[in-house]
């Protein structure tokens, strides 16, 4: 009976973590900065969400049921220059809600009352390798 139950309560807890991984993540994205964003892409690990342009004090919501572990990528367009910005996740899946705002001189994110900052974007070309930094 004793191993009846921890077996139930195995499969329970293996059915809640499933859930967890297809759980519907989102991000809020704020403007912070002086001057619009174009070709705003957020990348939930693979799922990239795409907004054509984000004005001075706009904010949106994208969401993906698709992202697993890894990184949330940011990347836009600012006065003609492309820039990605990549936050490895906090938690070992990512957080169902995060909050980034793009500033004029750096891009913040926040999940579950963590708070990370990047100052160096990463290579444009992608947030796939998030080791890489830009060279300024």
């Given at each position: 009976m004793i191993a009846t139950r921890a077996l139930a309560i195995s499969l329970i807890g293996l059915l809640l973590t499933a859930c967890k991984d297809i759980s519907p993540k989102s991000v809020t994205l704020h403007n912070r900065s002086a001057e619009s964003l174009s070709d705003v892409s957020v990348d939930f690990a693979g799922d990239a969400k795409r907004v054509a342009r984000l004005s001075p004090g706009q904010f949106v919501?994208?969401?993906?049921a698709k992202g697993?572990?890894?990184?949330i990528c940011v990347t836009f367009t600012r006065e003609?220059?492309?820039r990605s910005y990549g936050f490895e996740y906090m938690t070992a899946h990512m957080p169902s809600n995060c909050r980034m705002?793009?500033?004029d001189h750096s891009v913040e994110v926040a999940c579950n009352g963590d708070q990370r900052?990047?100052?160096?974007?990463i290579v444009a070309n992608g947030c796939g390798t998030a080791s890489q930094k830009a060279r300024h």
């Open positions: 919501g994208l969401a993906s697993r572990e890894g990184v003609g220059v492309t705002e793009v500033g900052r990047s100052l160096e974007p």
